[in-house]
């Protein structure tokens, strides 16, 4: 089977924390970041570097745009460490709240196209039933769907956490520091080594995963949502910053050691802005992402089957192809994903 492809759990919004005062804020504009990074991958894999390649004359032909899945393990990590703050689970509970959270998309969309996948990776019967359980990284096999190959590690790798949470809850902001050191370093050397295979994948998710939830740490209370125009320019710089890194991997490849303090950068930022991020389309694109990250790969396998030729370097297939999978995306969302996540956070109420 092939490498498999980045993807990330980018399901849902953020959740509402605490504010310093005791309100309650929404980080809505990490909502419509998770959709500008969900879309970009979708792109990246329907040919985002060859029109780079074209625009910028070679100059820029290959960039590591797997990258943004790094961005959104800290991501998940730093909201699943404020969902634990409040409400910390019990392994039982986090499985089955976790499994409710990313199996049942993931299911939708691999049992239909189930064939077009195994034509295209020839797996074996062990790994496709492995992964219709979404356990695969915890068998180290490779994912029949490239992207849920991170969406397994956002199955496996939080438990650790959940484990280990009253230890975890009981460190002092010097052994904070000193773990998202650790974190960073790891994360900084995987951004330079960019690799796809799924053992150096356990590197990437266990690195970008503790920088999440010791960053969640370390500024818990600290941060409010302000609208403005400053935030609104802070944060867009920061989306340009981080696009801006990913392609100077490309010619620079020492960049990519600064790619994690780039992304904590951005996280807080964006976290502290109430901008356009979190208006109209962009707020739909966060909603939806998860689902967009799932589904994009075999619509792209599938478009290929059924149209060959015709889909290289046409952009009007491609346009066709992006635009359904956004389309299925809303709906998986809406009738699957939403109502099973409930279901799921309600069995640990019971």
Request: net charge neutral; glycine share 6%; aromatic share 10%.
């Amino acid at each position: 089977m092939t490498a498999s492809a980045p993807a990330a759990d980018t399901s849902g919004s953020v959740e509402q924390p605490a504010s310093a005062d005791g309100g309650s804020v929404h980080y809505r504009d990490l909502d419509g970041l998770r959709g500008i990074l969900s879309v970009t991958v979708m792109l990246y894999h329907f040919g985002l570097n060859t029109v780079l390649s074209r625009i910028t004359g070679g100059l820029i032909a290959d960039a590591p745009w797997a990258l943004c899945v790094d961005f959104f393990f800290v991501l998940s990590g730093f909201v699943l460490c404020h969902s634990f703050m409040r409400r910390p689970l019990t392994i039982r509970q986090y499985a089955i709240k976790r499994v409710w959270r990313l199996v049942p998309v993931h299911l939708v969309i691999l049992l239909p196209l189930l064939p077009i996948l195994v034509m295209e990776f020839d797996p074996t019967v062990p790994e496709i039933l492995i992964n219709l359980t979404l356990a695969q990284a915890a068998f180290g096999m490779d994912s029949i769907n490239p992207p849920s190959w991170s969406a397994s590690l956002e199955l496996v790798v939080p438990a650790l956490f959940v484990i280990v949470w009253a230890s975890f809850t009981a460190l002092k902001r010097p052994a904070l520091i000193a773990l998202l050191l650790i974190g960073i370093i790891g994360a900084s050397i995987a951004s330079y080594e960019l690799v796809e295979t799924a053992g150096w994948n356990v590197v990437r998710a266990l690195a970008s995963l503790t920088i999440g939830f010791v960053l969640y740490r370390l500024v818990e209370g600290r941060i409010s949502p302000r609208k403005g125009l400053w935030p609104t320019l802070l944060s867009l710089g920061c989306i340009a910053l981080l696009f801006l890194a990913i392609m100077a991997i490309d010619i620079w490849p020492l960049i990519g050691l600064a790619y994690p303090l780039i992304v904590i950068l951005t996280v807080l930022v964006v976290a502290n802005s109430d901008s356009l991020l979190s208006r109209g389309p962009l707020r739909f694109l966060g909603e939806w992402s998860y689902t967009i990250y799932m589904v994009h790969m075999p619509a792209l396998l599938l478009c290929l089957y059924l149209f060959g030729e015709r889909m290289d370097g046409s952009l009007a297939y491609k346009a066709g192809a992006i635009m359904a999978c956004i389309a299925a995306s809303a709906l998986i969302t809406r009738y699957v994903e939403k109502p099973l996540m409930r279901y799921g956070s309600a069995l640990i109420r019971a």
